[in-house]
């Protein structure tokens, strides 16, 4: 009795030295113990005489079982049975070896439930509470409760040793004026087994291998779910709904650019990640989605396109790509500021207007003047010849006309209402081809002059009066816009 008392004590102070173990109970629901059990009835007061273990009433075999089961991390419902025979009872009365049976029903509180102590380690001690009945040969059936304390030691995987004191209380009982006392201590130690499988999602893997025991899942993924069939957990996937790569966490790369479709601007075309997935054809850092011109290098303030003459105009938009100008005039120069580009000014170094093609034209006096002399032009009557009193008007007109080569001309005849209209139509159209000749003679180059006639259909003053016929007698002379 002495070296099972000595047994006890050691287990409990085992636990302080206890680290690692293969079990862990929230892992292995059922608990069997089977040991040697002790028996006393030398219970007083004080409980001084814990230790006196002549007193105690024990078997040589196996008297002592218990069937566990975890309802949680930190809590099991034990069955605990025991057999035995009893030789002393209180104050070492001897009754020469009698049976005894005890049962009880006890809720047990693990230390080892990862919150207190680690679950996975050695030292598994506990305490509990319950009731119970106990019979003894020649004796009453008693009811009892109790209280106790124990210690698990796991040595290899769910195999170990348990110790356990429990105190049993039972009423005590008066027989002829004298206190009879039914409770008693019960030690135990033996083997203990831990087995069983907790799956609590059903998936076929049980929870202590489980990554996510409360989920049902593959074996491939370590028992977690896998919607899309990838491989890859979908705690961990990124895109638990569609098949992916594990280098991409679950997502698919349609287009191989490593670059995650949900990630990539252009999953359909292989491109640069630094391009977010979108190719970039013209290497110049736009991607081509982007690129105005995808196939020429450009600058980003042009949406990819080039300026090669660096004007502010990209070269597509540029008339003049390789000059140098203005955005105003779409990219071209403009050398004689007259507001016509160069490539549409013919006179590029003299400004003009733009009604001229960018050439000078005469001053709104010399205008004038050529208006007042072509109106003086006097031809023989019914006839398109020239008199000689109207040549020095004309030459006054040549002498403008040449100072600006440049310039276009439109001659044009007409007349009054006498004779039919066909006749002076044909006589105004003679009259202007007469003034356009004798400009040619005079070295205008004839490219530049139109001659036209208008018959009597754009009079200025009233047939009526000989006055107003002398004035519908004319001819003009007009500056051809040439824009």
């Keep these: ?61 196996i008297s002592k079982f218990t069937l566990g089961h975890t309802l949680n991390p930190s809590l099991a419902l034990d069955l605990q049975l025991e057999a035995t025979r009893i030789h002393t009872l ?12 005890n049962g009880d029903l006890n809720l047990r509180y693990k230390f080892d439930n990862g919150y207190i102590i680690k679950e996975n380690s050695v030292g598994a001690p506990y305490i509990f509470a319950g009731a119970g009945a106990s019979y003894m040969s020649d004796d009453a059936t008693r009811f009892n409760a109790n209280v106790g304390l124990g210690l698990n030691l796991f040595l290899w995987r769910d195999f170990g040793l348990f110790v356990q004191t429990v105190y049993n209380y039972a009423p005590n009982e008066t027989e002829n004026n004298v206190d009879i006392k039914h409770s008693f201590f019960e030690h135990s130690a033996g083997l203990a087994l831990r087995f069983g499988i907790i799956d ?154 733009a009604s001229n093609g960018g050439c000078p034209i005469p001053k709104q006096e010399e205008i004038e003047k050529i208006n007042v002399q072509a109106h003086a032009i006097q031809f023989v009557t019914g006839s398109d010849k020239i008199q000689k009193s109207s040549y020095k008007l004309l030459d006054d007109i040549v002498a403008i006309m040449n100072k600006y080569p440049q310039t276009k001309w439109d001659i044009q005849g007409h007349t009054d209402n006498v004779g039919s209209d066909a006749s002076n139509q044909k006589l105004s159209e003679r009259r202007a081809a007469s003034v356009k000749k004798y400009f040619t003679d005079k070295g205008v180059n004839g490219d530049r002059m139109q001659s036209e006639g208008y018959g009597e259909t754009k009079p200025v003053a009233d047939n009526k009066t000989a006055a107003g016929r002398a004035q519908n007698r004319r001819t003009e002379i007009l500056l051809i816009q040439q824009e």
């Design 1 to 61: 009795m002495r070296n099972l008392a000595k047994f006890l004590t050691i287990g409990f102070v085992a636990l302080f030295f206890a680290q690692n173990s293969f079990a862990q109970s929230s892992t292995r629901p059922w608990l069997f113990d089977a040991g040697f059990s002790a028996v006393d009835f030398n219970v007083i007061d004080t409980f001084g005489d814990f230790f006196q273990t002549e007193t105690w009433n024990s078997s040589p075999v």
């Design 200 to 353: 609590t999602d059903d998936d076929g893997i049980p929870d202590e291998e489980d990554a996510c025991p409360n989920e049902a899942g593959p074996a491939t993924t370590h028992g977690c779910p896998d919607k899309d069939g990838d491989g890859i957990p979908d705690k961990t996937d990124a895109c638990p709904d569609q098949p992916g790569l594990a280098s991409m966490n679950g997502c698919p790369d349609s287009d191989g650019d490593g670059v995650a479709d949900k990630d990539d601007k252009c999953p359909s075309e292989k491109g640069l990640k630094e391009m977010q997935g979108c190719p970039d054809r013209d290497a110049d850092g736009i991607a081509d989605k982007d690129d105005q011109c995808p196939d020429q290098k450009g600058l980003a303030q042009f949406n990819g396109c080039p300026d090669t003459d660096g004007d502010g105009v990209p070269d597509k938009s540029d008339a003049c790509p390789t000059q140098k100008g203005s955005p105003a005039l779409q990219g071209c120069p403009d050398r004689d500021g007259d507001g016509v580009a160069d490539n549409k000014d013919r006179c590029p170094d003299e400004a003009g207007p």
């Design 90 to 101: 209180q104050e070492g009365v001897e009754v020469g070896g009698r049976g005894f049976f």
